[in-house]
């Protein structure tokens, strides 16, 4: 069997010979590139050079090429020109290519044909009639009051039997704790629940048994998560599909891994037919399987196994789009509110004047939307770091974008939501300090932003149905934790200086690096 750093080295060793070659040459006999090119793309070399220098800050190098063009967009070439695309920041040119001209820029054959294994048929990965009928099944369920009331009791139920539990036991030991770590556990519990009306509890360590076989999962997800990203990543799309047609190193563990998470996918969905065949109660499931099978009853399926097919990859969409973004999202945001003394006293007033007298609060649903400054507060945490900073679309047709910008046919389109949160055109002078109060107006009433200038749930028809969810679970869970505890960042928090160099990871969600390690302190 060949092994994978042999073969990783090997193609590392060939591809740096001959950049180091190729940009010595075009470098000194080639002119700048031209106004409307990526300003580090040279030829056959594209933008591998000042993606290998600038691998560690990824985003923020992104960000600040597309601050020096007129237009915010910037054109991408990639090695040996293999491939072409743009970049932008421009709300304008989102709003063509996520609204006005949605039919021409899809997710395509580039997304399917390195997700397909992972998200299948699922709605982030599809289009046309495939993806109209999963956002029409979807649209229905989230916008019932009757959902929105469940997830936020299933959200308060977890926070006082489990999350504030935990954390009350390290804060009285005085244990450090990663509180990434702990959101991740916490919030993989909540969208499992949630969305299929089951508890992994992996916050719980004490169920070993059970939290073991969610770990698996879990790592087997991630990993194929990140196998994903990384597929995107290489210059040299023929490295993954020769792995994966050898059947080793890195794509070899991948097909191990989907045979994990098909597996934990296929006994949430015997377990809810179980379910549903012992409880002719329907009011009582209120998860979103439940519903999504009720309403693909009628969908036609040739038998029950092509059925669960199509569970199947909703199951892994929700967990997807549920397990590490409001985690990474609250992430962020303790860390800024740890270097902001100010804003967090803010919150905590606003908290303390609607409160019961009991000591834990408990915030109803209804409670949740009054919050105008803690909203506006995580707002601004995701405006600066949204959990995912960067998505891509492919061009069906020769284009031109609101900008001016030619955008070939078969050309990827990206948008950065990462870079445009930092854009002195778009959010003023002071764009990269944390200021809530830039979301409300004079009566300190939240307002939001247009969405193509704030793409943090994405724009257009595939705007994110899972935003307003996303407030209740985010907003439930910083209400509990800063109602109880101070968060104490061992590194003093996101402080101004530091939101210009953060630590994060480079990942498909924008991940802190080395995890967030907080002490607690009881109010």
């Known amino acids: 069997m060949v092994d994978l750093n042999?073969?990783?080295?090997?193609?590392?060793?060939?591809?740096?010979?001959f950049l180091s070659l190729a940009y010595f040459i075009f470098r000194c006999y080639s002119g700048p590139p031209n106004k409307n090119s990526c300003p580090q793309s040279y030829p056959l070399v594209g933008n591998l050079v000042g993606f290998l220098l600038n691998h560690h800050r990824f985003h923020d190098w992104v960000a600040d090429m597309l601050s020096t063009t007129p237009s915010l967009?910037?054109?991408?070439?990639?090695?040996?020109?293999?491939?072409?695309?743009?970049?932008?920041?421009?709300?304008?040119?989102?709003?063509?290519?996520?609204?006005?001209?949605?039919?021409?820029?899809?997710?395509?054959?580039?997304?399917?044909?390195?997700?397909?294994?992972?998200?299948?048929?699922?709605?982030f990965n599809v289009d046309g009639d495939l993806w109209f009928t999963q956002r029409k099944i979807a649209s229905h369920e989230f916008n019932t009051r009757s959902l929105k009331t469940f997830i936020s009791d299933t959200v308060q139920y977890q926070l006082s039997n489990s999350l504030i539990p935990y954390l009350s036991t390290a804060c009285n030991n005085r244990h450090v704790i990663d509180l990434q770590e702990v959101l991740r556990r916490f919030t993989f519990d909540n969208i499992c629940n949630v969305?299929?009306?089951?508890?992994?509890?992996?916050?719980?360590?004490?169920?070993?048994?059970?939290?073991?076989?969610?770990s698996?999962?879990?790592?087997?997800?991630?990993?194929?998560?990140?196998?994903?990203?990384?597929?995107?990543?290489?210059?040299?799309?023929?490295?993954?599909?020769?792995?994966?047609?050898?059947n080793i190193g890195s794509e070899k563990r991948y097909k191990e891994a989907i045979e994990i998470i098909n597996e934990y996918a296929?006994?949430?969905?015997?377990?809810?037919?179980?379910n549903c065949r012992n409880d002719d109660k329907q009011e009582k499931n209120q998860d979103l399987l439940s519903r999504f099978n009720h309403s693909a009853s009628n969908l036609g399926f040739l038998d029950q196994d092509q059925k669960?097919?199509?569970?199947?990859?909703?199951?892994?969409?929700?967990?997807?789009?549920?397990?590490?973004?409001?985690?990474?999202?609250?992430?962020?945001?303790?860390?800024?509110?740890?270097?902001?003394?100010?804003?967090?006293?803010?919150?905590?007033?606003?908290?303390?004047?609607?409160?019961?007298?009991?000591?834990?609060?408990?915030?109803?649903?209804?409670?949740?939307?009054?919050?105008?400054?803690?909203?506006?507060?995580?707002s601004e945490s995701l405006r600066l770091f949204p959990p995912v900073p960067i998505n891509s679309r492919l061009t069906i047709s020769d284009n031109i974008l609101s900008s001016g910008t030619y955008v070939g046919k078969g050309w990827f389109a990206d948008y950065s939501a990462y870079a445009m949160g930092r854009m002195k055109r778009l959010w003023g002078p002071d764009c990269m300090e944390f200021r809530p109060e830039r979301w409300l107006d004079d009566d300190g009433v939240f307002q939001p932003r247009d969405q193509f200038k704030f793409p943090v749930f994405h724009c257009g028809?595939?705007?994110?149905?899972?935003?307003?969810?996303?407030?209740?679970?985010?907003k439930s869970i910083a209400a509990a934790v800063m109602y109880e505890f101070e968060v104490v960042a061992?590194?003093?928090?996101?402080?101004?200086?530091?939101?210009?160099?953060?630590?994060?990871?480079?990942?498909?969600?924008?991940?802190?690096?080395?995890?967030?390690?907080?002490?607690?302190?009881?109010?």
């Not at 042999?6 to 010979?17: D, M, Q």
């Not at 928090?493 to 210009?500: D, K």
């Open 6 to 17: 042999t073969v990783s080295l090997f193609f590392l060793f060939l591809t740096l010979t």
């Open 73 to 123: 967009t910037i054109q991408v070439n990639g090695f040996l020109g293999l491939s072409h695309g743009i970049c932008t920041a421009n709300p304008a040119n989102l709003d063509h290519l996520l609204r006005s001209n949605f039919s021409n820029y899809v997710k395509g054959t580039r997304f399917q044909s390195i997700l397909h294994d992972l998200l299948g048929y699922g709605i």
């Open 195 to 214: 969305a299929f009306g089951v508890d992994p509890a992996w916050l719980d360590m004490k169920r070993v048994g059970e939290t073991s076989l969610v």
């Open 216 to 246: 698996s999962f879990v790592q087997a997800f991630d990993y194929a998560v990140e196998v994903s990203f990384n597929r995107f990543m290489l210059p040299l799309p023929a490295i993954w599909k020769i792995k994966r047609l050898l």
């Open 266 to 274: 296929m006994n949430i969905i015997r377990f809810k037919e179980e």
């Open 308 to 378: 669960r097919r199509f569970l199947r990859d909703i199951v892994i969409s929700f967990i997807l789009a549920g397990k590490d973004s409001t985690s990474t999202a609250l992430t962020w945001f303790f860390w800024l509110i740890a270097g902001h003394a100010r804003c967090e006293r803010l919150i905590y007033e606003e908290l303390s004047a609607a409160s019961s007298e009991a000591r834990l609060a408990s915030f109803s649903y209804d409670d949740l939307k009054k919050f105008n400054y803690l909203h506006a507060a995580l």
């Open 461 to 474: 028809p595939r705007m994110c149905l899972g935003k307003d969810m996303a407030y209740v679970q985010m």
């Open 490 to 523: 061992i590194d003093g928090g996101g402080c101004p200086e530091r939101i210009v160099n953060p630590p994060y990871v480079l990942s498909l969600i924008l991940k802190m690096k080395g995890g967030l390690p907080i002490r607690l302190k009881r109010r």
